[in-house]
């Protein structure tokens, strides 16, 4: 997993036990949400 200033990397490869090959793959990004915006929601859901 690799973490940049605002966005989240990550990264699966999936091996068959005894062969070396590479059966899958995923990569998945979840971009982290600014403060202000984190506390705009929360003032909007807390009112």
Do not use: H, W
């Amino acid at each position: 997993m690799k973490l940049v200033k605002r966005l989240i990397v990550g990264e699966v490869k999936i091996y068959s036990l005894g062969n070396s090959e590479l059966v899958a793959q995923a990569t998945c990004t979840y971009s982290i949400p600014p403060k202000s915006i984190m506390n705009f929601k929360q003032n909007v859901v807390g009112s």
